[in-house]
Nanobody
Framework: QVHLVESGGGLVQPGGSLRLSCVAS????????MDWYRQVPGKQRELVAT???????KYSDSVVGRFTISRDNNKNTVFLQMNNLKPEDTAVYYC?????????WGQGTQVTVSS
């Protein structure tokens, strides 16, 4: 069993920045691709960014150039640096550890972008 705990969410003004963190328990983190998703009420969960075990990254079109995903395998932690935030980035952000099955999810952290 893997437990994921996100932190770093909050209220920020448009144009501001936040850095999300997600710490994973267990020993499979370094062997797993990691994702950040986000979800707003009434909509499907959206894949925002992925960092693979070897470090390559992929982003949704809506965040490319503004968000950066990274990982620290020594600390079992994945990060999402979010810059130039927009009101439409408001959502609950979830980290996900990918497996051959459904994977594991954190509890989510709320990000609100508003003036």
């Amino acid at each position: 069993q893997v437990h994921l705990v996100e932190s770093g969410g909050g209220l920020v003004q448009p144009g501001g920045s936040l850095r999300l963190s997600c710490v994973a328990s267990g020993s499979i983190f370094r062997y797993s691709d990691m994702d950040w998703y986000r979800q707003v009420p009434g909509k499907q969960r959206e894949l925002v960014a992925t960092v693979r075990t070897a470090g390559s990254t992929k982003y949704s079109d809506s965040v490319v150039g503004r968000f950066t995903i990274s990982r620290d395998n020594n600390k079992n932690t994945v990060f999402l640096q979010m810059n130039n935030l927009k009101p439409e980035d408001t959502a609950v952000y979830y980290c996900h550890l990918a497996t051959r099955g459904p994977g594991f999810w954190g509890q989510g952290t709320q990000v609100t972008v508003s003036s």
